[in-house]
């Protein structure tokens, strides 16, 4: 018992809220930007342009089922199966002719 009254002792010691504080709002919270002597800004990344990420939403019994059809392709071997990659697979072989009208 007197071991863990003394790591809360010393964890209050470490952890005391004013530090925390003071850090979140210097740092975190703070409308300053800091600039360090020994880093150079970098310029940023280029945004990949072959493809975007975007939002759409579907059905919890459709993300169920796209989920099990991509853990059946993964123990079929195809370790690089994902959402996105069946997805993908279903729009390249997708017949217009054969959607129904009632979409």
């Known amino acids: 018992m007197m071991e863990r009254a003394n790591f809360r002792q010393a964890a209050g010691r470490v952890l005391r809220t004013d530090d925390v504080d003071q850090v979140l709002s210097e740092c975190f919270f703070s409308e300053r930007e800091f ?4 880093k150079v800004a970098k310029e940023p990344e280029p945004k990949p342009e072959h493809y975007k990420i975007i939002c759409i939403s579907l059905y919890n019994e459709d ?7 991509v853990s059946k392709l993964k123990k079929r071997g195809l370790t690089k199966a994902s959402r996105s990659a ?11 002719d054969q959607v129904p009208r009632g979409l």
């Open 35 to 38: 600039e360090s002597d020994t």
């Open 86 to 96: 069946l997805i993908r697979y279903a729009l390249a072989n997708v017949d217009l």
């Open 63 to 69: 993300m169920v089922r796209l989920d099990e059809m």
